[in-house]
């Protein structure tokens, strides 16, 4: 398939996954819409763009070996559907996963996991400024 025939928000997730895989935070941050909100596995979120490029550099130095892989990508209504599996050096961190994102303008807007046995990614990355059902 050509990459012009591919939706922009496809095209803009699959460049988010690509800098998340080469460590490239700089490049992550200029996908980060200013609104962009990241939801953990267990529901609990951290939101804007400061906030989510910080949780990212966070997330490279806990885990240096973090990817994200094996991944099939679908459109649903406005979604950008993801199914893969992520590895790192943290066993916690490694386990097949189901993602929803979306975006809009050529920025990431939502990012979401659903991770069964998943840690509490937003909590462990930025306690200061997470939130979510449990943290209240």
């Known amino acids: 398939m050509f990459e012009w025939n591919t939706p922009e928000p496809i095209r803009v997730v699959k460049s988010y996954v690509a800098a998340m895989n080469s460590?490239?935070?700089?490049?992550?941050d200029a996908l980060l819409d200013e609104h962009v909100r990241y939801v953990d596995s267990r529901g609990e979120w951290i939101e804007g763009r400061k906030n989510v490029?910080?949780?990212?550099?966070?997330?490279?130095?806990?885990?240096?070996?973090?990817?994200?892989?094996?991944?099939?990508?679908?459109?649903?209504?406005?979604?950008?559907?993801?199914?893969?599996r992520t590895s790192a050096r943290e066993e916690r961190l490694s386990h097949d996963t189901l993602w929803r994102a979306r975006a809009q303008g050529g920025k990431l807007t939502h990012w979401q996991s659903y991770g069964e046995d998943s840690?509490?990614?937003?909590?462990i990355l930025m306690p200061e400024v997470a939130r979510g059902a449990e943290l209240r």
């Open 23 to 28: 460590r490239d935070a700089a490049r992550v």
């Open 119 to 123: 840690p509490a990614l937003a909590r």
């Open 53 to 84: 490029a910080t949780a990212t550099r966070r997330l490279f130095e806990l885990d240096p070996e973090y990817k994200l892989h094996d991944m099939t990508i679908v459109m649903h209504e406005g979604d950008v559907l993801l199914k893969g």
